[in-house]
């Protein structure tokens, strides 16, 4: 049973330009979570997709958006990079009723902003 | 969301057994307690839930006090192997599957031979 899947795993851009971070959820689970992590910070959230909606955001601003696809798969795009972004990007899968322990995280992204 | 507090570091050795608490005045009556593992350049791993006494699993226990204002994991003879960052995370149980995980800073463990 796979868990959480997240591609690239590495990615260095510059700043001002655009990424696309993609996550495939565990097999069953239909909302997925992003979360930024800045080193030696604990996780953050930014939004949570579930039926291709997003329904939740965190304090994030409007250059951070995402996507669910029908099979519930999800992407993170950044727009207009800055260096403050350069983090862990964190995708988390659960089911629509799940509670905490319901929650299963990917091993991440590693973005580098330069 | 109940905010919570926990020792920045913890050094241990190998075999001992490692306590470590977390505070949370503000929790709430629908709120649980749920710990959290992260290892470096992984996404947190969930380890221990529960609302009141205690819980036992086969990684960790929690201890809860009947004033719920604060929490213990305990790890029984940790190894090498645990060393890693640990959340605390207070959250409410009747709510809906859209919940989001507040994080704070961990507390970082470090067990050396």
């Known amino acids: 049973d796979a868990g959480v899947t997240q591609s690239p795993t590495h990615l260095i851009k510059t700043r001002g330009q655009q990424v696309t971070l993609r996550c495939s959820p565990k097999s069953g689970h239909d909302t997925v979570s992003w979360y930024q992590q800045a080193l030696g910070q604990g996780p953050q959230f930014i939004f949570q997709y579930y039926e291709e909606e997003e329904r939740q955001r965190g304090n994030f601003p409007d250059r951070f958006s995402g996507h669910q696809f029908p099979n519930y798969s999800s992407e993170l795009n950044v727009n207009a990079l800055l260096l403050g972004d350069s983090a862990l990007y964190l995708c988390?899968?659960?089911?629509?009723?799940?509670?905490?322990?319901?929650?299963?995280f990917g091993s991440g992204t590693r973005l580098t902003v330069v | 969301l109940a905010k919570t507090t926990q020792p920045i570091s913890m050094d241990s050795y190998e075999g001992q057994e490692v306590n470590i608490t977390c505070s949370h005045n503000?929790?709430?009556?629908?709120?649980?307690i749920t710990w959290y593992q992260q290892f470096p350049s992984q996404g947190p791993r969930f380890i221990i839930q529960g609302y009141k006494t205690k819980v036992t699993n086969e990684v960790a226990s929690l201890f809860i006090p009947a004033d719920r204002k604060s929490s213990t994991l305990s790890l029984p003879r940790v190894s090498l192997s645990d060393t890693a960052v640990y959340y605390c995370l207070v959250g409410d149980i009747a709510g809906t599957g859209f919940q989001k995980l507040v994080f704070g800073t961990g507390t970082r463990l470090l067990v050396s031979p």
């Open positions: 503000n929790i709430a009556t629908n709120d649980y």
């Open positions: 988390a899968s659960s089911l629509s009723r799940a509670s905490h322990y319901g929650y299963t």
